[in-house]
């Protein structure tokens, strides 16, 4: 198993050997150094900890720069834990997009687009009662009643309504690796994936 951390930079399609049109995302993976390793005695959990994007030394506090001073990697900006127990990895190894190849199948896992407040047409595909019955001429997108009869007298727990819809963290399985790019640091993934441009997503091979 390998993980990377990475940059979502867009979405493109490309053609394959086949001829066939295939949509895609592109990301910008890696190089992520290994900042700190996590084990069973001392932490509880074997993890390794994964840094991704430069910062300044001077925007991190004095304790973190010297663990980043004894591990002798540069301080990071984003910091992500991966449970890599079939690997033995050293602090200071750095991994790239030369852990993933073409075919292989991997998770994918960032923050959604947050869509604010949204009604239940969007947030969960409600037809809507306007226009069609019970007399609504003025509210086509209206989630209509919610309330019960006298037993149990009350909205039940669950009930989906209008609320803050995306922004929440969301993985998909299984997507396919179409290209490796080690030179732009660049994975093709197939398909789309969480989260929008520029923003930060975790790849792990499964």
Same mark, same amino acid.
């Given at each position: 198993?390998?993980?990377?951390?990475?940059?979502?930079?867009?979405? !493109?399609?490309?053609? !394959?050997?086949?001829?066939?049109?295939?949509?895609?995302?592109?990301?910008?993976?890696?190089?992520?150094?290994?900042?700190?390793?996590?084990?069973?005695?001392?932490?509880?959990?074997?993890?390794?900890?994964?840094?991704?994007?430069?910062?300044?030394?001077?925007?991190?506090?004095?304790?973190?720069?010297?663990?980043?001073?004894?591990?002798?990697?540069?301080?990071?900006?984003?910091?992500?834990?991966?449970?890599?127990?079939?690997?033995?990895?050293?602090?200071?190894?750095?991994?790239?997009?030369?852990?993933?190849?073409?075919?292989?199948?991997?998770?994918?896992?960032?923050?959604?687009?947050?869509?604010?407040?949204?009604?239940?047409?969007?947030?969960?595909?409600?037809?809507?009662?306007?226009? !069609?019955?019970?007399?609504?001429?003025?509210?086509?997108?209206?989630?209509?009643?919610?309330?019960?009869?006298?037993?149990?007298?009350?909205?039940?727990?669950?009930?989906?309504?209008?609320?803050?819809?995306?922004?929440?963290?969301?993985?998909?399985?299984?997507?396919?690796?179409?290209?490796?790019?080690?030179?732009?640091?660049?994975?093709?993934?197939?398909?789309?994936?969480?989260?929008?441009?520029?923003?930060?997503?975790?790849?792990?091979?499964?």
């Amino acid at each position: 198993m390998s993980a990377l951390l990475g940059r979502k930079v867009g979405t !493109t399609s490309i053609f !394959t050997s086949e001829g066939e049109y295939v949509p895609c995302t592109v990301i910008e993976a890696g190089p992520c150094p290994v900042v700190a390793l996590r084990n069973s005695g001392k932490d509880g959990y074997e993890a390794v900890q994964l840094g991704y994007g430069d910062i300044p030394v001077h925007q991190v506090s004095k304790p973190v720069a010297g663990q980043y001073a004894v591990a002798n990697v540069t301080p990071k900006r984003y910091l992500r834990e991966f449970r890599l127990a079939d690997k033995e990895y050293k602090v200071g190894d750095v991994l790239s997009v030369d852990e993933f190849a073409e075919g292989d199948k991997v998770k994918v896992s960032g923050k959604s687009k947050g869509r604010g407040f949204q009604g239940v047409v969007k947030r969960h595909g409600f037809g809507g009662v306007g226009m !069609t019955t019970h007399g609504q001429s003025d509210r086509p997108r209206a989630p209509g009643s919610i309330g019960m009869s006298s037993d149990p007298s009350r909205v039940l727990k669950g009930m989906r309504m209008g609320g803050r819809m995306g922004g929440k963290r969301v993985s998909v399985r299984n997507l396919e690796v179409l290209r490796v790019i080690p030179e732009s640091n660049l994975l093709l993934i197939k398909g789309g994936i969480p989260g929008a441009p520029n923003s930060i997503v975790e790849i792990v091979k499964l």
